[in-house]
């Protein structure tokens, strides 16, 4: 029986983009299909085949129930217990780390609008131009460490002869940067300002002592702080891609995706002031070595009563808490 491998890509773009990419390239490597449990939210709430056209060998599904023809004892088990899925946020470990997790985003294409887009932007930028991706709201809360505004600062002067795409998630970001840079920004698309957010901002952040507001914007307390739409991120994502140089987030997803397109599509250089976070990287945190992925085809495992309901044994002897995969004892 051929084998099918289930994923549920979680969160935002870039973290869907990198489960998607290496679970695929995880999945040939063992002769297996992959579905994607692509779930929408308010960190990514538009499909796969809205931004991208079709990845071979990739069924998308939104919801449990498009397993129910296809796999119904499957679907009845995941149903009954969705505490077997496990959501992948991370590239597959069999890939991070090695060549094929930069040379994956290849198979991408953006859908014919988003390309137009994307070269309206370039043709706005000209020849010569640097992007910087400036990640605020929540970065900083979640990781404990951000750019500073000097650092990108320090980047854009240093490139003065040439004009700047900005791509940011903050409207009060795009401000400080436009009123800074004036003229030199091109492709610019206003990030429309939320006047009760940013003075209910300014209070949180004079309480924190942040010495700039857009340093620290929790968003769980200011919830549209990100408010820039996903095929809009596409672009962004697209045009950074080519600029003459580019500095990111560090531990930014989204500016890891560009720095992995930019590698495979023969653009980056030493002058980038970006790196994706490393094994040995913040003496290993936020490294992740599971592999969440289910194996849908082994039919004897998914009898219905694989897990007896009266069973008092540990949910542990019946899932490897290690590999998060289905175990059948």
């Not at 990514?44 to 071979?56: G, I």
Request: glycine share 2%; with cysteine; hydrophobic share 40%.
């Amino acid at each position: 029986e051929t084998m099918t491998l289930l994923v549920v890509a979680e969160a935002g773009l870039c973290n869907k983009l990198r489960v998607v990419l290496s679970y695929r390239e995880a999945a040939h490597e063992r002769m297996q299909g992959l579905i994607v449990l692509w779930t929408l939210g308010p960190f990514c709430d538009t499909r796969f085949d809205e931004l991208f056209n079709a990845l071979p060998d990739v069924t998308f599904v939104h919801d449990l129930h498009a397993l129910s023809d296809t796999y119904p004892e499957q679907h009845a088990v995941l149903t009954n217990r969705p505490s077997l899925l496990c959501n992948a946020y991370d590239s597959h470990p069999q890939i991070k780390y090695t060549p094929t997790e930069t040379s994956m985003y290849l198979a991408l294409r953006p859908v014919p609008s988003i390309e137009a887009a994307i070269a309206n932007r370039l043709q706005q930028c000209g020849n010569a131009f640097v992007a910087v991706h400036v990640r605020r709201t929540d970065h900083a809360v979640l990781y404990g460490r951000n750019v500073s505004d000097a650092e990108f600062f320090s980047f854009l002067d240093k490139h003065s002869d040439c004009a700047i795409y900005l791509a940011t998630d903050n409207a009060r970001t795009q401000k400080i940067y436009t009123e800074r840079y004036a003229e030199r920004i091109k492709a610019l698309v206003p990030i429309p300002p939320h006047a009760n957010n940013e003075h209910e901002s300014d209070a949180i952040a004079r309480k924190e002592g942040a010495k700039h507001v857009e340093n620290f914007v929790p968003e769980k307390q200011c919830s549209d702080a990100r408010h820039t739409a996903v095929r809009d991120a596409v672009v962004d994502l697209y045009v950074c891609a080519e600029a003459r140089h580019f500095k990111g987030t560090f531990l930014s997803s989204f500016s890891d995706t560009i720095l992995q397109l930019r590698r495979a599509r023969g653009r980056f250089n030493s002058a980038d002031e970006h790196s994706v976070r490393s094994l040995h990287s913040l003496a290993g945190a936020f490294y992740d070595d599971k592999d969440y992925s289910i194996d849908l085809a082994a039919s004897r495992a998914w009898e219905t009563d694989f897990v007896p309901e009266n069973s008092t044994a540990p949910q542990s002897a019946y899932i490897s808490m290690r590999t998060k995969k289905l175990t059948w004892q």
